[in-house]
């Protein structure tokens, strides 16, 4: 199981948490203050180059909101990252209405012309079947460990993401567990809760480490 770790904190404020030996093959989701800027970032420039040097897959952050956004902004975000060193995208908020898929499409396209050819897509739960047919992992779970534990797997399939957050440290190997038994093909388990659980590395990210 591949582990994606959302690092939604600035290098400058938790420099440890953007080591490239710490992380070793996770993949980390880069989220620049919601988006790449207007002009790139040198603090990330730096550390990205670092990172893809170490061989840490990385994924920049745009936030789809359920496209309410301009598709004209999403597209130039999606540009905007093109000039870091990442593999792909993580989109965040997708829709799961058969009625958003023109735009996601789009923005799929856009960032496969840019060679950014890791993609994700996170609406958070499962979404109408025609996503399937865009063939890009879908993240169906993103919750509490209290939701997960309840949560009826219904609409998701095997190989898609589950972000389990506010796990008990000494039941982040339960959840992991359960995350396998589900058949997710990436994901995460993490102690970090809200309102900020994926303000660094997780203190239990020596157990997060990608799963056969």
């Not at 058949?183 to 659980?197: I, K, M, R, S, V």
């Amino acid at each position: 199981m591949r582990t994606v770790l959302p690092l939604y904190v600035h290098p400058l404020d938790a420099p440890t948490a953007w080591q490239a030996e710490r992380l070793g093959d996770v993949t980390v989701v880069v989220n620049v203050h919601d988006g790449p800027g207007k002009k790139p970032s040198a603090v990330y420039e730096v550390v990205l180059a670092q990172l893809a040097e170490g061989g840490v897959p990385l994924l920049g952050y745009v936030d789809l909101a359920y496209v309410s956004r301009p598709l004209a902004d999403i597209l130039e975000e999606i540009e905007r990252w093109a000039a870091y060193r990442v593999n792909g995208i993580f989109f965040h908020a997708a829709p799961t209405s058969p009625f958003g898929l023109g735009p996601v499409s789009m923005a799929i396209r856009v960032a496969r012309g840019f060679g950014l050819r890791d993609l994700i897509l996170n609406p958070g739960e499962p979404t109408d079947p025609v996503y399937r047919d865009l063939d890009v992992p879908i993240c169906t779970f993103e919750g509490s460990w209290q939701d997960y534990q309840r949560w009826p797997p219904k609409g998701s399939q095997p190989g898609d993401g589950h972000l389990v957050y506010g796990v008990p440290t000494d039941k982040v190997d339960a959840a992991r567990r359960l995350m396998l038994l589900r058949h997710a093909g990436f994901g995460l388990a993490t102690d970090l809760d809200l309102p900020h659980p994926y303000a660094g590395l997780p203190a239990s990210m020596g157990e997060l480490s990608p799963t056969p």
